[in-house]
């Protein structure tokens, strides 16, 4: 079983940054790609951005350019830097693991959603 624990989201004002972070703990031989993806109320859970054990990233369009990922394999740790927000970034970002090598197999995981609001 594959534990993700997102933490770094909170209120920040639009221009502002916040940078999240997601450990991901257990027995865990390797993870294809990390990435987060976001909800906005009524409306459908999107890819933010992803990146792959070799470095490999991939972004939404809304948020080249202003965003970026990156990965500490030896931690199983992704972070979302996220620059210049804007109030349409406001959602619940959720980490997740795609195809999680363990004992028991292989599997993709979800974090719990951690809340990122940009208002003034």
């Known amino acids: 079983q594959v534990q993700l624990v997102e933490s770094g989201g909170g209120l920040v004002q639009p221009g502002g940054s916040l940078r999240l972070s997601c450990a991901a703990s257990?027995?865990?031989?390797?993870?294809?790609?990390m990435g987060w993806y976001r909800q906005a109320p009524g409306k459908q859970r999107e890819l933010v951005a992803a990146?792959?054990?070799?470095?490999?990233?991939n972004y939404a369009d809304s948020v080249k350019g202003r965003f970026s990922i990156s990965r500490d394999n030896a931690k199983n740790t992704v972070y979302l830097q996220m620059n210049s927000l804007k109030p349409e970034d406001t959602a619940v970002y959720y980490c997740?693991?795609?195809?999680?090598?363990?004992?028991?197999?292989?599997?993709?995981?979800w974090g719990q959603g951690t809340q990122v609001t940009v208002s003034s």
């Open positions: 257990g027995s865990i031989f390797s993870i294809y790609a």
């Open positions: 997740h693991a795609d195809r999680a090598i363990t004992p028991r197999g292989r599997g993709n995981y």
């Open positions: 990146i792959t054990e070799g470095g490999s990233t």
